[in-house]
């Protein structure tokens, strides 16, 4: 037997044993529980990283262990490769972006196998190969034969020297400007292709089927937005219709101004010539921000009258119409009524210009001062017409609004749609015909829409007599053509590729034109857990739209995921999209569940040496290859483990990973390197020997199902200290029945997080191939007792004393012995003892006074 731990020896060795042995091989079987484990697959930039492998390394744990729990477990991996850093290289480096991109993914696929995880490799997908996107396309089609895709014109940002549109990461800077040459960018409106999103905000907004994070749940919800209210018509004085979305109709009395979004299209024509100069410069400068400056609660707020007015329809007052650029044309319908009295941005904005700052919602005891700030709480109507005096609960259902809310704020506890403003309001505004209870989102519709060559061609054709025509089914896949020339300015090549741009109208046989823009790649990875079901799924064949977009047989097992794992940067796009998908294609019917991923854990991030974000530029990266050449794929793996909480992350330490190598020599050394006693153990050190046995798998155990995979590998640690312990004070164990049982549970504990050398100490032990194809050994709770167990001593709730107590000892016991303790009595004695607590197996904690 070896003498040493030497990861060189053996890693490579076993990896190359597994995957011809097709040991990860992942095969339908309907006798075993299935477990679908996923973790979001990488772009193949170039290089593997250690966020890479923070993310799948404990992924793979999690796989593993649940093999070895009996469950059938796929575990795939593919790559999204279509994207525009592949683009970019095209244009800075002079490489065709597909050659980039497959040197890349075979680059990253060896570096990921030398990870040594379960990876089916057989379900490979990869999204810019046609056998993929073929189905992408497919679910275009799909999506617009179910009205849910639809073309309009939108806003993009434009440089005007480059002449091409840019993506969110190619703007830089405060004063937004193109990467490549530094012109200011502009807003230039396009016709670009939408998903609705929208139609499912109800349901993506029902998480009952979920068992996702908290923080995920809560992000979704406030993406999405959903806001109750009311839609009112408000009119100009030249009698344009302003309708407007308020969550508080019970304020429309107080709105004292009105406020457009730069962009909203009467905002020329409402304009006098007065303000005419003032106003085109704001706009100029306003469309130029992003979405994200303008909403900024840091910024201060700006605006400028348009020298127009509009009528408050409750109450018939003339009110000025401003522009601002918290104003949004994308949400509701941009256009707002300004209430300063109940909303802090407008209370700002109304003392910024000296406008207006009626009350007509305030609290209870209100003693009829001005507001020195705005009140959006519950209270009491004022100044609004036959409601004045009625309670208003605000933000509150009448289902939520109880007794102790009520007492509160100093309202009526029993409340009605007719006692309450705000609801009377909403009754009153539809009886009247000037308005109506609504529920608004902040969800937009998904912009698929890229300018982009390396992406998925959308499946669509404009022709001058028929429209917009869809490409027929079975002309799918449209493929994306390879000899084309990059300019530099970055514009598509496919806006210049006549044999992919001309066509024919598939309906009236005339001249036409292919749609030019590719697709979004979050596309790509919306439905890619279901390609993972047999990634070349009728390739080669005519598609039909009666077509399943994944092998049946296969997805009748193994779907839902049964536990996904990525970060939680992706809470409200990839993991929205994937879910909105998923219940489009319940509503295609061919799929008989609402939602992709059952369980989902989201892991942190490691940092470099210096806490910042591993990056190039700063020379913090520290590369997986290295590590690996140096330490093992092992050791890397269980430092990521035990170095952080997996959930948390944290910076990354050099001399960590010493630790995780000293850990696995100790390993080997107890396994391989302990020499039989002469004589025979006592009873007494069988029964350590199984206590510390069955007390590590218990502790392994739960680790693992709770994702602690820091305290996993702190378990590992104790029962391989507490072996090597009991090894030199019993060495009569070493060679019994029960000390290579002892043994070999630890090579089983250490299979999931240290695979390669699990698998060598099991042949070295002379076991049978594969120590991952076993059962994971059970605790039996009775062996893994403590004979003896130590419980703090605690007065007025400060420990002062410790006490060794049997295990099984009743609490009149511990009480007594714990206030006889030394340690205890001076803090005791002469002072009423009012009661004694004993919390079992814990503490004793005597209160006095």
Known sequence: MSERYNPRAFEAKWQAKWDADGLYRAKVDPTQPKYYAMTMYPYPSGDLHMGHWYAMAPSD????????????????????????????AAIKRGIHPRKWTYANIERMRGQLRSMGAMFDWSRECITSDPDYYQWTQWFFRKFYDMGLAYKKMSPVDFCPTCNTTLAREQVWGEDRHCERCGTPVIKKDLDQWYFKITNYADQLLDFSELNWPERVRAMQNNWIGRSDGAEVVFKTERGDELPVFTTRPDTLWGASFMVLAPEHPLVAELTTAGQRAEVDAYVEKATRQTEIDRLSTEKEKTGVFTGAYAINPVNGERIPIWIADYVLMTYGTGAIMAVPCGDERDFAFAQKYGLPIPVVVAPADWDGQPFTEAYAAPGMMHNSGQFSGLPTIAKYSLDDWTPELAKEYGLPAELTPQTEGLRAVIAWLEAEGIGK???????????????????????????????????????????LPEDVEFMPTGESPLKFHEGFKKVTCPQCGGPAERETDTMDTFMCSSWYQYAYMDPHWKAGETLSPDDVPFNPAEGGYWLPVDQYTGGIEHATMHLLYTRFFTKAMHDMGVVRFTEPMDNLFNQGIILGEDREKMSKSRGNVIAPDDLVQEYGADTVRGYLMFGFRWDQG???DSNGILGVERFLERVWDVATNSQPGSNQPTAADVRELKRKQHQAIRRVTKDIEDFTFNTMVAGLMEYTNALIALRNSAPALVGSAEWAEAVRTLVLLLAPGFPHVAEELWEQVGQPYSVHQQMWPQWDEELAKEDVIEIAVQVNGKVRDKLELPAEVDADTAKTQAQALDGVKKYTDGQQIIKVIYVPGRLVNIVVR
């Open 437 to 479: 209870g609504t529920v608004t989102y902040r969800l937009r519709d998904w912009l698929i829409s890229r300018q982009r060559y390396w992406g998925c061609p959308i499946p669509m054709i404009t022709c001058p007599t028929c429209g917009i025509v869809p490409v027929p089914y079975e002309d799918l896949p449209v493929l």
């Open 61 to 88: 744990v999690r796989a593993r262990w649940m093999r070895m729990k009996g469950y059938n477990v796929v575990f795939p991996m593919g790559f999204d490769s279509f994207g525009l850093p592949a683009e970019n």
């Open 650 to 652: 944290g910076p990354w």
